[in-house]
Structures are given as C-alpha cells and as structure tokens.
C-alpha cells in the first residue's frame, strides 16, 4: 500500500494533469482512465508501493501537467532499478538466443505464476539462467558435441 506521501503526491501530479489537460470527463472519472491505461489498475489502493507502478503513474501525470524535468528525473529512477535492469537483460538474453519474450513470459507463469510485469526481478534473473542453459543444451546437442 502506498504511504500518505506517495498518495499526496500522486494525486497533486493527477490534479495538475487534469487542470492542463482540461478534458471534459470528472476528475475521478478521468484519473481511473488514466491509471487503467498506463498501469491496469483504477483505484490508488491497488497500486503496490514498491516496483514500478507507483512511479510510472507519476511519470505519466507530471508529462501531462508539463512538468518534463521532473518526470525525467523520476524516469532515471525508474530505468535504474533493479526489476528495470533484470527486465532489460530479459529482453536482450530472448533476442540473443533467438526465443520470443512470450516464451519467457510462459515459463514465468508455469514456474511462479506470474506476468512479466509482476515477476520480481530474482524471478526475472532466474529465467535468464533458465534460457541460457536450454539454449546452450540445445546448441551442444544439435553439433553433435555432448560437451
């Protein structure tokens, strides 16, 4: 759950949004809109306060209130997080061994049952390893070298 701070700021950046925006929905109808588009979720209670999420909502809000420096700033916070790097690697690790990310992403939901998006980054790093050594198995194997 996120912390008083987190929920003030949150709806300060919403409500600085709405104002530059100025569209013709409510407010609380046009914040849930919002937050369903960029993270899924509709109610603040349901963003977790820790990951991603709670910053890329913020992230969101500041560009659309016009405040760029800011949600660049927030942006490098995002970009350098752990789950962020362990995603990236993911990405480059499927394009390395030539698998699509929906593989990754079906090992993920056999092995922990989860998304991409909600795997924790130790999640994320094991199915790393996981591609790396089927992948190179499947290498070996088809040279015809066991070694």
Known sequence: MLSDLQRQKFFIAARAAYETRKP??????????????TVGVDSIKLVPSTGDAWLTLMIHFLTLAGETKQAYELGLRLGTSEKSIARHQLEACCKKNSVSLNYAAAILRRKYKVSIDDATDRQLWHIIFTINRVTSKRTKNSTGNPF
Do not use: A, Y
């Not at 013709?24 to 588009?37: G, H």
């Open 24 to 37: 013709s929905l409510d407010f609380d109808t046009w914040r849930k809109d919002e937050m369903e588009r």
